[in-house]
């Protein structure tokens, strides 16, 4: 927008200075042609009063008059015999007929456009008589011719129109300058409703635009910032319900999971116990499902800034809490890449732990037994790389582009569906912190969880 404004202003202020400078650079070179003709003209019938005398004097006059004139001037003087002068005689033209025939001066610019090479006035030379007083009104009896270089008149030219382009030019270059000032304090109000547009898309619902600019966009400013604030107070209360109700639910389903765990110890019924186990199994992926919800609610509210922390140290405290649960499978869990260096990373504290939590979870639950999930970090410029690697059956890349959405849920190699909420919680945690997440095919088969993670600078100590 700034630049179609800055065109516009420069487009206007083109079409003014053509409107007023060109005519007047018209204007001027007419001037020049007029005033070089009258000029001219004037030494030709001054010279041609001195040949209608035909006397010796006035011929001796006309010889000086010529050569002075030849010698100061770009032009030379042609006349017919009728004086004894070394005057050239002028070519025998259709201009010279004219004036011989008719009396009439005539003007021969050369060219249809300004002018030529050479300007040709001729004027006619009438014989003296005594009663006339000085003016030669008797019949025709030769010609001055003065041919004029117009040289120095093109030179003129050019500098009549090439100061006006360069002062269009300077006057052009001031106003895109200009346009360019005004044109971005005009759009700063649109600017800044821009960025409170961006920061919306971004997840931030604090954005506010200041109201500033013309009355159009001050009210179209407050307009939105008052649909922000509504907007912003309803995903609050939504947070905050969720995360209510997610915390008040776990009371009553741990109650519940505790009170089946002891009906399946009292009843030997292996049909009642293989329903108690059932019933158990939902409550477990019911309370999965309520801390996932209380997982996300407290993500989204972002609580907690990023801060350095030691990547190294929290992969392998994740680790340890995870190697118990993979042994009761055969599945082994093994570490790789820069684990063993110090590699600090921006994260929110408990993030981290999450996020390994729900991957080691998903992977645990499609490895086969005997398996083997493999953890890498790597360090690549200003990132870290966390890659989680299972062996199970992989993803279609349908089942990929949908894995990160909330509640879609896969199949482990038991059949047990998740709660749908893992992946989507892993997602929400690692944006929050400044990194990005993404599910590849491993090499050999199985799924690659790739996380990256911003790096910090690294600490020394002192």
């Not at 109201?211 to 309803?234: F, H, I, K, S």
């Not at 993404?438 to 002192?462: F, N």
Request: aromatic share 4%.
């Amino acid at each position: 927008m700034i630049r179609q404004l800055i065109r516009s202003y420069v487009g206007l202020v083109a079409v003014a200075i053509a409107l007023f400078t060109v005519p007047v650079a018209f204007t001027l070179t007419d001037q020049l042609r007029d005033d070089t003709a009258d000029s001219v003209k004037r030494e030709a019938d001054t010279m041609a009063l001195l040949l209608g005398n035909g006397n010796p004097p006035s011929c001796a006059a006309l010889e000086e008059m010529a050569t002075a004139y030849t010698r100061q001037t770009p032009g030379k003087v042609e006349a017919t015999a009728r004086c004894d002068t070394v005057l050239p005689l002028p070519d025998q033209d259709a201009a010279l007929a004219k004036a011989l025939e008719t009396g009439n001066p005539t003007t021969d610019w050369g060219s249809s456009f300004i002018w030529g090479p050479e300007l040709k006035i001729t004027v006619a030379a009438r014989e003296s008589k005594e009663d006339l007083d000085g003016r030669n009104r008797g019949p025709v009896v030769g010609a001055v011719r003065i041919v004029y270089d117009t040289g120095g008149l093109t030179e003129r030219l050019w500098t009549i129109w090439g100061f006006r382009a360069g002062l269009a030019v300077a006057v052009l270059a001031v106003a895109a300058v200009i346009g360019a000032a005004a044109a971005r304090r005009i759009t700063r109000p649109l600017r800044q409703l821009n960025d409170m547009a961006s920061k919306f898309s971004d997840g931030d619902l604090t954005a506010r635009s200041p109201v500033t600019g013309p009355p159009e966009t001050q009210t179209l400013a407050r307009t939105l910032n008052q649909g922000a604030e509504r907007l912003d107070t309803l995903v609050a209360a939504q947070r905050i319900f969720v995360a209510d109700a997610s915390h008040q639910l776990r009371t009553p389903l741990t109650a519940l999971r505790l009170s089946l765990d002891n009906i399946a110890d009292g009843v030997d019924d292996d049909f009642v116990r293989e329903d108690v186990e059932q019933a158990t199994a939902e409550v477990v992926r019911m309370s999965r499902l309520v801390n996932g919800l209380l997982v996300l609610a407290r993500a989204e509210a972002k609580v907690s800034a990023a801060e350095p922390l030691d990547l190294g140290d929290i992969v392998r405290e994740r680790l340890d809490v995870w190697r118990p649960a993979a042994d009761e499978r055969g599945v082994t869990i093994t570490l790789g890449g820069s684990a063993d260096g110090r590699l600090l990373v921006l994260t929110s504290p408990g993030h981290l732990d999450q996020v390994l939590d729900n991957v080691l979870s998903n992977a645990l639950e499609v490895s086969p037994d005997g398996g083997t999930i493999t953890v890498r970090v790597e360090s690549r410029g200003d990132e870290v790389v966390l890659s989680v690697l299972d062996e199970g059956p992989g993803m279609s890349d349908t089942d990929k582009s949908r894995a990160f959405d909330r509640f879609w849920r896969g199949k482990g190699l038991t059949g047990k569906a998740g709660s749908g909420l893992g992946l989507a919680v892993v997602k929400q945690l690692v944006t929050d912190d400044g990194g990005t997440v993404a599910l590849r095919d491993a090499p050999g088969g199985g799924l690659c969880v790739e996380i990256r993670l911003r790096a910090a600078a690294q600490r020394t100590g002192g």
